[in-house]
């Protein structure tokens, strides 16, 4: 099982990630763009995703992943247990999940720095 605090850790070592708040859920920003969120009590995480990427995961897995049926779920924000989820998975979506709500150029400068020149996911 992944914490809340883990999921904090791996998505605050992306460029300009700050932890907030809204409501009562705790999340993750990039210049103040939620990209995920900790509904309060739930032991998940929610992504701000692609909403292919959000069905190939919810036919995959629906056991560990599920989306609201609301316009928050057609937007992409998908839900993962942490007592189910896969770390170096959850780290790949993260990425994703910062990627989309990311300015174009933060991306470009992250991609740039990375060794594989931004090819891979995650």
Known sequence: M???DEVRRMALG???????????NADLRVRNKIFAAFP????????????????ALLAE???TFSA??????????????????DPG?????????WRR???????????AARPDGGGGVG
């Open 2 to 4: 992944i914490t809340e």
């Open 61 to 63: 897995d629906p056991a």
């Open 101 to 111: 709500r990311a300015p174009r150029r933060l991306v470009a400068a992250f991609d």
């Open 14 to 24: 992306l460029p300009e990630a700050q932890a907030s708040a809204h409501f009562d």
């Open 40 to 55: 309060a009590g739930a032991g998940t995480v929610m992504l701000r995703l692609d909403p292919q990427e959000q069905a």
């Open 89 to 97: 998975q959850l780290s790949e979506l993260l990425t994703e999940a």
């Open 68 to 85: 609201p049926d609301n316009h928050w779920g057609r937007q992409g924000w998908t839900s993962a247990r942490l007592d189910r989820v």
